[in-house]
Nanobody, 126 residues
Framework: QVQLVESGGGLVQAGGSLRLSCAYS????????MDWFRQTPGKARELVAA????????YYADSVKGRFTISRDNTKNTVYLQMNSLKPEDTAVYYC???????????????????WGKGTLVTVSS
């Protein structure tokens, strides 16, 4: 049984930083491409960042490019999202997700995710 548990959310002022972590338990972590999504009330869950199985490829939404960094440590079964220069519009519940995928491709589609965490709330005050 795969479980994903996010942590690191909280309240931060605009311009500040937070580091989210997603701890994975279950089958071989390195078999999964990992993503961070976010969602605000009334809006669809949107992709923020993605990383492939070995960490060699990453993807960022235009809205966070240059400010957020996704990384993973396959020895610790953990994926991270470093968020810098936070803006009020980054306020959302952040979810990590896992897609069991062959090869080194990224996985960027919500419908492809096999497992989801329960989310962690990030609030950025102006």
């Amino acid at each position: 049984q795969v479980q994903l548990v996010e942590s690191g959310g909280g309240l931060v002022q605009a311009g500040g930083s937070l580091r989210l972590s997603c701890a994975y338990s279950g089958r071989t972590f390195s078999n999964y491409a990992m993503d961070w999504f976010r969602q605000t009330p009334g809006k669809a869950r949107e992709l923020v960042a993605a990383i492939n199985r070995n960490g060699g490829r990453t993807y960022y939404a235009d809205s966070v490019k240059g400010r957020f960094t996704i990384s993973r440590d396959n020895t610790k079964n953990t994926v991270y999202l470093q968020m810098n220069s936070l803006k009020p519009e980054d306020t959302a519940v952040y979810y990590c997700a896992a897609d069991q995928i062959a090869g080194t491709a990224l996985s960027k589609f919500r419908s492809h995710m096999d497992y989801w965490g329960k989310g962690t709330l990030v609030t950025v005050s102006s």
